[in-house]
Every structure is written in structure tokens, then in C-alpha cells.
């Protein structure tokens, strides 16, 4: 640390210096940050209250519109319909009169007498008249034929009567014979060049088909008529007798005016149409597009379009009066209306863009962004001069900032670098802090200074404790050290541990979890002829436990030597360890007695875990013998052994719960699969080998984890006689692994 005028660069002066400019820079911060939060907060308000009002205009605006759309709309579109129905409804009431009249000559031909008829007359043009007119080929003279024409002829006074009442441009009844009665007043036009009358292919025209084949009332598309040339529609119904067809009535309907009424409604793209029962258009002003027309054979079902919602709304038209709709035509957005015209199925539809409706919102908004502009101009000029403002009293309040700063920092740091020189000369035998009166400030640092010669006291006692509880620590260690070996002796640990007996082989480990533990075992010859193996584990951990396994293994060891049966064994041991066991500490224990000679091993469970045994040239199985109670565990209980004949190759081992409850890191135990899968992964392995091998696989299983059980393991292999140890194994056993005898 070096000084500058007065300033110690580095120390806590320089801190004390920047923490008071960092905290003024920070307030200011924060104080400039919260003003231009206001100011965006205030802009953004502006700002959504412009847009507000936009969508507010945009809203009533098209609210409005499509009010007055859907009443003007609605009103013109049924007008038109009425209007149209009015003249289509005239075509229907002129082919049903006939019809009906005609039913009724056919119903009953000999009450009517014939009644000539005649071919066109040129001299008649301009007059109504009643004319024949007949198929290429068809003799009109034939008997048949000219009976049928009397008899239709009795409706000439009727069809010119209608003719000339009705708003229809020809009337005629046409029979399946090839002739036809027509009435209108241009017969003029029935005559080609060379002045011959013009055959008509009466059955192939759309009129008579279209009747013929529906059995009901039909209109055409619109056409042009064969003799006239103009635009117009067929209005047809057939009449049958007994269910024959007799005749087909039908009237024309010149379009012209209709059509020019319709291509009259285009404005602005705006525009009225006429679609058929068939979904086809008839009249229309567009010259493109999903509304324009095309002859009968190229026209589009609308009611199919790919567009589903002009597709639906056509449909829906044509059936009953629509609400005004928005759709898309032709890629743009338009408001549509239908009403049907119900006498012949089709219907009326009005179509108004949207953009056009949309004009009046468009003029309004442009006007208010007008106002709006010239608005946000002055509030832009406003926030600048505030900014100005902000800076200039920002600057001012960081020179008096810096000032104070300086002369907190002077008056806080004098008694603290007094403090401070004084801890820097503690050291050696000297670590005793002494309050003086520089420290005595009033303040935090007069506490810093407590605190200090509070600290230097406790220190000098944490010493002296330090050194007693090392001392100490030291020797329990070396006493831990001194148990763990005195247990580890009191295990059989040289191996081979009866290298002069061939007829088997023996090994045992034991790893504790502690210094000490409470898991032992024992192996011994009580003659020469047989072999004691046990197993224990005491209830507990550390030395408690170390210290009744030990007192617990010297009992077992004691009555096995005296020549006792393996359960009489259990039955002096728990006796014994019941007596005098105030800590009501208990042991699980397994024992067995091998009779070399002959491979029959006597064994008795006192709470134990199950042995595991190998059957010559089989794999480990769990053996699940009776279990006992353990012992110290209740005084009088009784034990019951069991014998199990081992043949040349068989195995048995033995284990503590420590192996099977290894856990990992994730709390799973290591198991009995697992432990029996570690066993047969090398079944004909020497006991050493399959102790290293269970072993191995319980430190792959728990990896990192820590040990919390003691974990010991022993494992006898009998091979029989000595005389010839690598004889074939006899696999006959008489042993089953899950029962006792």
C-alpha cells in the first residue's frame, strides 16, 4: 500500500473512499434509471393510448360500416331476389297451368274434339300464334302423330292466353314423338336462309331432358335461344299418364334485362350475381374470378370450392337468407350477403370489398395521425430539456459526494490503522491484544477493538485445549490401533491354514467398517476326524460390539472344543451370554461340524443368514435352513440343528449381512442375486479365488460409497479322500439346496 496526500492507495481508506463514491454513483444511478423508466413508462403510455384510440376509431369505425352494410345489404340483396322471383316465379305459374291442362287432355282424349294446328306463318311475325314445329325426319302427317297434335292443339287458346299475360317469352308443350305446340309472336325466326322451316331436335334440348330425366320441375343454365339468339332460360315439367311421359311443357325466359341489371349493380368494386342450383354463376359483372361467368360445360360448382368458407356460404345461400358474412374472394377480404330465389332454386349474392369499407376508418386515421404527429413533436422537446436538467444536478451532486467522502474516510481510518499496527506486532509469546484509548471511538470500531482483545484471549485458552485434546486423541488412537490388531489375532489369518489335511480347503476374511468390529468367525480341528466352522455377527458397531464379539466368540470356541453337539453349542453359549448381559447386546450366529471321513456336516442357526452351497458340478444355491433365535436374546430358547451331506466338490460358504446390505450411492443393496451371480461366475474357483471374486464384485456395486457394516465371508471346499484328490466328482447328491433334513 503507498499513500497519496493523505490517502493510503489500497487500504481501507481508499475502500472507505470508493464504497461512499460507489454508493453516491449507484444512488444516482438508480435515481436516473427510475427517471427514464418513468419517462419510457410515460412514452409507452402516450404510445398506447395512440393505439387505443386507433383500434378504438378502426373498431367503431368497422362497426359501424358493417352495420350500415348488413341493413343496406340486406335490404338490396332480398330486394333483388324479390324482384327476380317476381319474374321466375311468372315462368313456373305459366308451365304449371299448361301442365295441369294437359294432364287433363290426356287423362280423358275423347272428351276433346281435334283441333287443327298449323305450321309457322312469316305473314304472323309480331303476332301471337300457335305453331308445330317438329325433329328433322319426323312426319307430322302420321295418323299417330296428327292425332296427338288435335289433341294438344286444344291448348292454343290457353298458352296464348298466358303467353300474352305472363312475363315469359314462349310457351310450348312438346311430345316424345319428335313434335312441339309453341306459342310466342316472333315466328319470323323459324325460317332459315333459303326460307324453310328449321327443325329442332326437341328431345336432345337441355328443356326436355333435363324434365325427362328429373320427373320434375327444371331450368336450365342460361343459353341462347335457338331461333333468337338471345340470353336465356328454360323453364320445363313433364306430364305423365299411368306413368308414361306424355309431354313436356316448358317456357322461355329472354335474360337480357336481368343481365343488364346485374352488370349495372358494379361499383367500386362492389358488385350483385346470380348462382344456380348447381352452384354455377349466371349473371355477373366480373369478367374473372371465382364470380365470373363461363359457359354451362367449364362452369365451377361454388358449393365445392376449395375455399370451404365461400364454398359453405354459397350452400347456405342458396337455401334460406344469410347474415352478412366476411370471407375471402379472389384473395381479398369481402363482405357477402345471399338470398335465395325460391321458385327456382337459385339465389342472389351482393359482394362489397372490405377495403372499400374500410375507407372511411383509413381517412380518419390519417387525420388523427396528423394530430397525433404534431402532439408527439412537443412531448419529444419536453423530455429533452428534462434530461438537460437530470445531468447538470447529477454533476453537482457528485463534486459533494467526492468531498465527503474524503473527510469520512480520514476520521474513520486513524484508528484503524492503529488497530491494525497493533495485531501486525502480535506474535511469538505476545498474543495479548490491550484495549488504549485511540480505540475507544464510540463506534463500530471501538467494538472491533473488544472484539479483538476478546478474540487474543480465547485464543491463548483455545491453545491450551488444543494441546489437551491432542494428547488425548493421540492416546485413544494408539488403543484403537492396539484393539484392532488384538481382534485381528484372535481371527485365523495364515493360510493354508491346515496345508497338512488334503481332503479340503478353507478361507475366511473379515473387513470391519470401523477401527473395530462386531463380525467374527473361527475354524478348528476338535479331533482329527472333525472340523468346527462358525460364523457370527453382534449386534452394534465399534468396540462395544468388538468387546462382546470377542467375550461371545471365546464361549462359542469353549463349548465347540469341549466336544458338544452343534446345537447344545447354541443352547450353552445363549445361556451363558443371557446371564450377564445388561447392555442387551445379542450375536446371529451359524455354526457346523464337519465329520471329515465321511462329508456329513452337523449345523445349527441362531438367526443367521442362510449358508449358500455348491453341489459337485452345480452352481451356488442358497441353502434356507430353520432358523433359531439369536443368541443373548432371550434365555431358554432352545436350538435345533440339521445334517447335510456333502459330497467330493462340494462348497459351502458362508457370509454376515454386510455382504448382501452393501449399499451404493443410491441406497440399493448390493443383494442375494447379486451376491449368489458374483458366486457362479467361477463355480469351480478355490476358496481364496470365490472370496476375492464376491468381494470384488460388492466394490464395483458400491463404488464411492462409504461401508457401514462390517463385512466377513468364509468359504470350505470339501474335496473327500486324499488318496487321488483329482478323481471325477460324483454328481449324485442326495443334498436339495432349499430344504434341511
Known amino acids: 500500500m503507498k499513500k497519496f496526500k493523505h490517502i493510503t492507495l489500497g487500504g481501507i481508506q481508499q475502500k472507505i473512499f470508493n464504497l461512499v463514491i460507489i454508493t453516491i454513483i449507484l444512488m444516482m444511478a438508480v435515481y436516473t434509471a427510475v427517471i427514464m423508466y418513468q419517462v419510457s413508462e410515460l412514452t409507452?403510455?402516450?404510445?398506447?393510448?395512440?393505439?387505443?384510440?386507433?383500434?378504438?376509431?378502426?373498431?367503431?369505425?368497422?362497426?359501424?360500416?358493417?352495420?350500415?352494410?348488413?341493413?343496406?345489404?340486406?335490404?338490396?340483396?332480398?330486394?333483388?331476389?324479390?324482384?327476380?322471383?317476381?319474374?321466375?316465379?311468372?315462368?313456373?305459374?305459366?308451365?304449371?297451368?299448361?301442365?295441369?291442362?294437359?294432364?287433363?287432355?290426356?287423362?280423358?282424349?275423347?272428351?276433346?274434339?281435334?283441333?287443327?294446328?298449323?305450321?309457322?306463318?312469316?305473314?304472323?311475325?309480331?303476332?301471337?300464334s300457335a305453331q308445330v314445329l317438329a325433329e328433322q325426319g319426323v312426319n307430322i302427317s302420321d295418323p299417330a302423330i296428327k292425332n296427338k297434335l288435335g289433341l294438344i292443339g286444344n291448348l292454343s287458346d290457353l298458352m296464348t292466353a298466358v303467353y300474352a299475360d305472363a312475363n315469359v317469352d314462349s310457351c310450348y308443350a312438346a311430345l316424345p314423338d319428335g313434335v312441339m305446340l309453341l306459342v310466342d309472336d316472333h315466328s319470323g325466326t323459324k325460317f332459315d336462309a333459303n326460307g324453310d322451316i328449321i327443325p329442332i331436335p326437341i328431345r336432345e334440348r337441355m328443356w326436355?331432358?333435363?324434365?325427362?330425366?328429373?320427373?320434375?320441375?327444371?331450368?336450365?343454365?342460361?343459353?341462347?335461344?335457338?331461333?333468337?339468339?338471345e340470353i336465356s332460360i328454360m323453364c320445363s315439367l313433364p306430364?305423365?299418364?299411368?306413368?308414361?311421359?306424355?309431354?313436356?311443357?316448358?317456357?322461355?325466359?329472354?335474360?337480357?334485362?336481368?343481365?343488364?341489371?346485374?352488370?349495372?349493380?358494379?361499383?367500386?368494386?362492389?358488385?350483385?350475381?346470380?348462382?344456380?342450383?348447381?352452384?354455377?354463376?349466371?349473371?355477373?359483372?366480373?369478367?374473372?374470378?371465382?364470380?365470373?361467368?363461363?359457359?354451362?360445360?367449364?362452369?365451377?360448382?361454388?358449393?365445392?370450392?376449395?375455399?370451404?368458407?365461400?364454398?359453405?356460404?354459397?350452400?347456405?345461400?342458396?337455401?334460406?337468407?344469410?347474415e352478412?358474412?366476411?370471407?375471402?374472394?379472389?384473395?381479398?377480404?369481402?363482405?357477402?350477403?345471399?338470398?335465395?330465389?325460391?321458385?327456382?332454386?337459385?339465389?342472389?349474392?351482393?359482394?362489397?370489398?372490405?377495403?372499400?369499407?374500410?375507407?372511411?376508418?383509413?381517412?380518419?386515421?390519417?387525420?388523427?395521425?396528423?394530430?397525433?404527429?404534431?402532439?408527439?413533436?412537443?412531448?419529444?422537446?419536453?423530455?429533452?430539456?428534462?434530461?438537460?436538467?437530470?445531468?447538470?444536478?447529477?454533476?453537482?451532486?457528485?463534486?459533494?459526494?467526492?468531498?465527503?467522502?474524503?473527510?469520512?474516510?480520514?476520521?474513520?481510518?486513524?484508528?484503524?490503522?492503529?488497530?491494525?499496527?497493533r495485531v501486525r506486532s502480535l506474535g511469538g509469546d505476545d498474543l495479548q491484544f490491550q484495549m488504549e484509548d485511540t480505540y475507544r471511538t464510540g463506534d463500530e470500531i471501538e467494538v472491533l477493538a473488544e472484539s479483538f482483545a476478546m478474540l487474543s484471549g480465547k485464543t491463548l485458552e483455545y491453545i491450551s485445549t488444543v494441546q489437551r485434546v491432542t494428547a488425548e486423541k493421540e492416546r485413544i488412537g494408539a488403543e484403537l490401533s492396539l484393539a484392532t490388531r488384538i481382534q485381528a489375532d484372535m481371527l485365523p489369518t495364515i493360510y493354508p491354514a491346515f496345508p497338512e489335511r488334503a481332503e479340503f480347503d478353507i478361507f475366511a476374511s473379515m473387513a470391519p467398517a470401523k477401527e473395530v468390529g462386531g463380525d467374527f468367525y473361527d475354524f478348528f480341528l476338535i479331533d482329527d476326524d472333525h472340523l468346527c466352522v462358525f460364523i457370527a455377527d453382534v449386534s452394534g458397531k465399534g468396540v462395544p460390539a468388538a468387546l462382546f464379539m470377542m467375550a461371545s466368540m471365546i464361549i462359542l470356541a469353549n463349548n465347540a472344543q469341549m466336544g458338544k453337539s452343534p446345537a447344545q453349542i447354541l443352547n450353552d453359549t445363549n445361556s451363558a451370554i443371557?446371564?450377564?448381559?445388561?447392555?442387551?447386546?445379542?450375536?446371529?450366529?451359524?455354526?457346523?461340524?464337519?465329520?471329515?471321513?465321511?462329508?456329513?456336516?452337523?449345523?445349527?442357526?441362531?438367526?443367521?443368514?442362510?449358508?449358500?452351497?455348491?453341489?459337485?458340478?452345480?452352481?451356488?444355491?442358497?441353502?434356507?435352513?430353520?432358523?433359531?433365535?439369536?443368541?443373548?436374546?432371550?434365555?431358554?430358547?432352545?436350538?435345533?440343528?440339521?445334517e447335510i451331506q456333502l459330497e467330493p466338490g462340494s462348497k459351502l460358504f458362508l457370509y454376515t449381512d454386510g455382504v448382501p446390505e452393501a449399499t451404493d450411492g443410491d441406497k440399493k443393496l448390493f443383494g442375494t442375486d447379486r451376491m449368489l451371480d458374483a458366486l457362479n461366475a467361477a463355480p469351480d474357483a478355490s476358496p481364496k479365488e470365490t472370496l476375492e471374486s464376491?468381494?470384488?464384485?460388492?466394490?464395483?456395486?458400491?463404488?464411492?460409497?462409504?461401508?457401514?457394516?462390517?463385512?466377513?465371508?468364509?468359504?470350505?471346499?470339501?474335496?473327500?479322500?486324499?488318496?487321488?484328490?483329482?478323481a471325477p466328482e460324483d454328481p449324485a447328491s442326495d443334498i436339495n439346496p432349499d430344504n434341511t433334513q
Open 44 to 128: 409507452d403510455l402516450v404510445s398506447d393510448v395512440s393505439d387505443s384510440q386507433k383500434r378504438s376509431i378502426t373498431e367503431i369505425s368497422e362497426q359501424t360500416m358493417t352495420a350500415v352494410l348488413d341493413t343496406n345489404l340486406t335490404q338490396s340483396t332480398r330486394m333483388e331476389a324479390y324482384i327476380a322471383e317476381d319474374v321466375f316465379g311468372d315462368a313456373v305459374r305459366v308451365v304449371k297451368v299448361i301442365a295441369d291442362y294437359t294432364g287433363k287432355l290426356f287423362a280423358d282424349p275423347g272428351a276433346y274434339p281435334a283441333r287443327a294446328v298449323s305450321l309457322p306463318d312469316k305473314n304472323k311475325d309480331g303476332e301471337i
Open 324 to 421: 352478412l358474412r366476411l370471407i375471402e374472394v379472389d384473395g381479398e377480404q369481402c363482405y357477402v350477403i345471399g338470398s335465395p330465389i325460391q321458385s327456382v332454386g337459385w339465389t342472389v349474392i351482393s359482394v362489397v370489398p372490405k377495403s372499400l369499407a374500410d375507407q372511411p376508418a383509413a381517412a380518419m386515421l390519417a387525420s388523427f395521425n396528423d394530430i397525433q404527429s404534431e402532439a408527439t413533436d412537443s412531448f419529444n422537446k419536453g423530455i429533452s430539456n428534462a434530461r438537460a436538467t437530470i445531468i447538470v444536478l447529477i454533476a453537482v451532486v457528485v463534486i459533494l459526494s467526492i468531498t465527503v467522502a474524503v473527510i469520512l474516510s480520514k476520521r474513520i481510518v486513524k484508528p484503524l490503522e492503529a488497530i491494525t499496527a
Open 208 to 229: 326436355y331432358t333435363g324434365a325427362a330425366e328429373t320427373g320434375e320441375l327444371y331450368y336450365t343454365d342460361v343459353t341462347t335461344d335457338l331461333f333468337t339468339g
Open 694 to 726: 464376491v468381494r470384488g464384485a460388492v466394490d464395483v456395486f458400491v463404488r464411492n460409497a462409504e461401508q457401514f457394516d462390517d463385512l466377513t465371508m468364509v468359504c470350505i471346499e470339501y474335496r473327500g479322500e486324499a488318496a487321488d484328490p483329482k
Open 578 to 642: 443371557c446371564a450377564n448381559n445388561r447392555e442387551e447386546m445379542f450375536v446371529t450366529a451359524w455354526i457346523g461340524i464337519l465329520e471329515i471321513s465321511t462329508g456329513k456336516l452337523t449345523a445349527a442357526n441362531a438367526g443367521h443368514e442362510y449358508p449358500v452351497i455348491k453341489l459337485p458340478n452345480g452352481k451356488y444355491e442358497l441353502l434356507k435352513d430353520k432358523h433359531g433365535f439369536v443368541i443373548g436374546g432371550m434365555e431358554g430358547a432352545k436350538y435345533k440343528e440339521y
Open 239 to 322: 306430364v305423365y299418364q299411368d306413368g308414361k311421359l306424355v309431354a313436356v311443357i316448358g317456357a322461355d325466359l329472354f335474360l337480357n334485362d336481368v343481365s343488364d341489371a346485374v352488370n349495372n349493380t358494379a361499383r367500386s368494386g362492389s358488385f350483385v350475381c346470380i348462382v344456380n342450383n348447381n352452384g354455377h354463376v349466371l349473371f355477373s359483372p366480373q369478367t374473372d374470378g371465382v364470380f365470373s361467368v363461363l359457359p354451362s360445360g367449364e362452369a365451377k360448382d361454388l358449393r365445392a370450392d376449395e375455399n370451404t368458407r365461400l364454398a359453405g356460404f354459397v350452400r347456405d345461400a342458396l337455401e334460406k337468407n344469410t
